[in-house]
């Protein structure tokens, strides 16, 4: 345990620990707006099967 401290003074001071994290927020950025982004489109997808569906349906279509 006693390793661990100096080990992270000398990545706080280092160039790497501030480029990691500065990657990992980007990361987690692109990830959340590619989360919404997928949501919202099968969101309209969905809501675009739902209307077929109900057209279909008052049509009396069977579908095959």
Known sequence: MSGVIPR?????VSE???AAVEY???LS???VVCI???RSIGQ???GSYG???AAMSATGGTGS
Not at 8 to 12: A, D, E, S, T
Request: proline fraction near 4%; avoid cysteine.
């Open 29 to 31: 950025l692109i990830v």
């Open 16 to 18: 790497d620990g501030p």
């Open 44 to 46: 309209s997808t969905l």
């Open 51 to 53: 209307a077929f569906g």
């Open 24 to 26: 990992a927020v980007m």
């Open 8 to 12: 992270m003074r000398r990545l706080l």
């Open 36 to 38: 919404s982004v997928i």
